[in-house]
């Protein structure tokens, strides 16, 4: 009798570790699985930012070529008579 509840008790302590170690190990990838999550939306959001960038430098050229918006100066020319 003493030695079946000596083993019932030690047998409940195991299991009673083997679930923390769990709930650790459930933590633990619970953090790094937030942690990637994190890492994944700041390299998303750069890639945002790097792209409106490049679109707005884009448009700043367009702009240039053509003229628009006094971004460059306007030329004139005058033909003089050669005698």
Known sequence: MEEERSKRDEL???LEENNRKI???????????LRIVEEQRKIH?????????????QKEEQRM???????????SFSLKATE
């Open 23 to 33: 709930a650790d190990a459930q933590a633990k990838l619970a953090e790094d699985q």
């Open 12 to 14: 409940e302590r195991i």
């Open 45 to 57: 959001e750069e890639r945002v930012k790097l792209e409106q960038e490049r679109q707005k430098q």
């Open 65 to 75: 070529i053509l003229g628009k918006g006094k971004s460059r100066p306007r030329l």
